[in-house]
């Protein structure tokens, strides 16, 4: 509740400094292309989506990544369509990859979420264990 009456002071603040630079009318048009922009980010998430797939294909992102990035892809566009400009704000920085990446690998722990993901699906390494190849001296077939 306190997160939620903080954010409502910050977006009234926020809002009321740029809409009084802005005026009425800029500000309406504003919301309206916010909106529309939040509606063409859901509609096109498709292909969002698939150019992360291809991330992971590659391994250049892990799949906890994959799930983060596209979560902030969707909590973006969902706040793009909501009115106010500090969630427009916050929602356009969500939408760029360069800083949802920035913010996935600063909060995300890699280690710990691989070992859980180990340890749900029972995969276990042996680090002992030595692969060798055997080869045969007998050359003559029997």
Do not use: C, W
């Not at 800029?26 to 291809?54: C, D, K, M, P």
């Not at 992102?61 to 427009?88: E, R």
């Amino acid at each position: 509740m306190k997160f939620f009456l903080l954010y409502l002071f910050l977006e009234v603040l926020v809002s009321v400094n740029i809409a009084s630079s802005l005026g009425g009318l800029l500000t309406f048009v504003e919301i309206v292309l916010s909106a529309f922009i939040g509606v063409s980010i859901l509609v096109n998430f498709r292909s969002t989506l698939a150019e992360n797939l291809s991330a992971v294909s590659y391994n250049q992102i892990d799949l906890v990544q994959f799930q983060k990035l596209n979560l902030f892809t969707l909590i973006g566009a969902i706040l793009l369509l909501v009115p106010g400009f500090l969630t427009d704000i916050i929602g356009l920085i969500m939408q760029f990859s360069v800083f949802t990446s920035m913010l996935v690998n600063r909060y995300g722990v890699k280690s710990n979420d691989k070992k859980i993901y180990e340890e749900n699906n029972h995969i276990k390494k042996d680090s002992d264990v030595i692969d060798v190849e055997i080869i045969s001296d007998n050359t003559t077939i029997k």
